[in-house]
């Protein structure tokens, strides 16, 4: 597993919390339809972009973009 593909696995580690809060807005999209991740021209995984991000909670933007850059490798 490379480095991009351990950063979205710990990332996706905690947005299962994440998502129990976002369970509580009783939204009727998945959260991870609020996201995708932008890549560099090589492929490595650059940033977190909010594709839908109104109708998304500020306070679950915010700790998306928390567990995003915690979780992110020393490289």
């Given at each position: ?16 919390a994440i998502q129990i809060e976002f369970d509580a807005f009783l939204k ?48």
């Open positions: 597993m490379n480095d991009d593909e351990q950063w979205i696995a710990a990332f996706n580690e905690r947005v299962k009727s999209k998945n959260l991870s339809d609020y996201y995708d991740f932008h890549r560099d021209e090589n492929g490595h995984l650059l940033s977190l972009h909010f594709t839908q991000a109104h109708g998304l909670p500020r306070k679950i933007e915010e700790a998306l973009t928390e567990a995003f850059i915690k979780t992110k490798p020393a490289r």
